[in-house]
């Protein structure tokens, strides 16, 4: 299953990385935007928002260049543990 992550702690990109490949996805990590960010992104199975961490600019660029076939799911928080709820419920 591959998983994209918008927003986040910038410190915390590696145990994201590390959390998906435990539940056994490939995970791309966007804690900041980038300037290839709508051909990086990609067709992934399931998008990861951290509301409270993402600028505006940055969902809307990324909302665009994602497909119908695409599960979105939001989170206030970016914790360690909405990651893994998150992953759990839909991974699985």
Do not use: W
């Not at 399931?46 to 509301?51: A, P």
């Amino acid at each position: 299953m591959s998983v994209v992550i918008l927003g986040g702690n910038e410190c915390m990109e590696r145990q994201y990385s590390n959390v998906c490949r435990k539940y056994g996805c490939k995970a791309k990590i966007f804690c900041k935007p980038c300037a290839d960010m709508k051909g990086r992104i990609g067709n992934p199975d399931l998008l990861i928002v951290f509301t409270h961490t993402i600028s505006h600019k940055m969902l809307q660029c990324a909302m665009k260049c994602v497909c119908g076939d695409t599960k979105i799911v939001r989170s206030h928080t970016s914790s360690m543990n909405s990651l893994m709820d998150i992953l759990k419920e839909h991974a699985a």
